[in-house]
């Protein structure tokens, strides 16, 4: 069984930057991509970034292309997203989740273990 758990959310002003994490438990961690969604308020879940196995690859939604940065250390069993000029627009729970596979994806439905969430508030 899969366990996530997203730490690092907070309240923060325009501009400001928080660094999200992932812990992840109960099984090999260096074998599965890893992706960072959000839901805002009355909104969809949306894609915000993934990355492989190894940590080489990584995609980007567009709007946090250039300002969010996600990482791994398998060894500690972790994945971050480092996001900075943080914009109300940003304002989300946001979720990691696991796939069962090494590549990156972008669509929701093909992670197999989400996280519970943790808030993000950025205020104008």
């Known amino acids: 069984q899969v366990q996530l758990v997203e730490s690092g959310g907070g309240l923060v002003r325009t501009g400001g930057s928080l660094r999200l994490s992932c812990a992840i438990s109960?099984?090999?961690?260096?074998?599965?991509?890893m992706g960072w969604f959000r839901r805002a308020p009355g909104k969809e879940r949306e894609f915000v970034a993934t990355?492989?196995?190894?940590?080489?690859?990584?995609y980007y939604a567009d709007s946090v292309k250039g300002r969010f940065t996600v990482s791994r250390d398998n060894a500690k069993n972790m994945v971050y997203l480092q996001m900075n000029s943080l914009k109300p627009e940003d304002t989300a729970v946001y979720y990691c989740?696991?796939?069962?596979?090494?590549?990156?994806?972008?669509?929701?439905?093909?992670?197999?273990?989400w996280g519970q969430g943790t808030q993000v508030t950025v205020s104008s």
């Open positions: 989740a696991r796939r069962g596979t090494t590549t990156t994806s972008k669509s929701a439905w093909e992670y197999a273990f």
């Open positions: 109960g099984r090999a961690v260096d074998v599965a991509a």
């Open positions: 990355i492989d196995w190894s940590g080489i690859t990584t």
